[in-house]
């Protein structure tokens, strides 16, 4: 299989354009990393894997909780939370409530964003989940700060 047919696969198209968005972000390319986000989901869509969709998902919410952009943030990371609990995508679900509480942050909602973050820590805890209880574990340290 060539590299091109591979990329047009959807899942791994996908995933490529929610790790660019990833490092145009953290290069402060925010209007690439959007486009790149907004591919991301657009490809998922056309995936059957729900999986690809709840990443590429939370790629563009936790970016949008980042950037201030709260609705849109809560929208995509809603979405991601429903498909991750029908699913039983147990560290999607952990990982959707990380970028939750990066949200409710963001929008001054610190009890809720606490209790997400709290809640994703349990749950990384039952699951085996390292850099969830890695991640929830930082953000409760600054949040109680």
Excluded: C
């Excluded at 690439?32 to 056309?46: C, I, P």
């Excluded at 970016?63 to 609990?85: C, F, K, M, P, T």
């Amino acid at each position: 299989m060539t590299a091109s047919k591979v990329l047009d696969w959807p899942p791994i198209s996908s995933l490529a354009h929610r790790m660019l968005g990833d490092l145009e972000a953290g290069a402060s390319q925010h209007d690439s990393a959007l486009e790149h986000f907004a591919e991301a989901v657009k490809m998922a869509q056309g995936a059957s894997r729900r999986d690809v969709l709840i990443d590429a998902l939370i790629g563009r919410g936790r970016w949008s909780a980042r950037q201030g952009r709260v609705g849109a943030a809560h929208e995509d990371l809603g979405n991601a939370l429903s498909y991750a609990i029908r699913g039983n995508f147990r560290v999607y679900h952990v990982d959707a409530r990380l970028a939750s509480a990066l949200a409710f942050h963001a929008a001054g909602g610190i009890p809720r964003a606490r209790s997400e973050a709290e809640y994703a820590l349990q749950m990384s805890s039952e699951v085996s989940y390292f850099w969830g209880e890695m991640e929830a574990d930082d953000f409760l340290e600054s949040v109680n700060t």
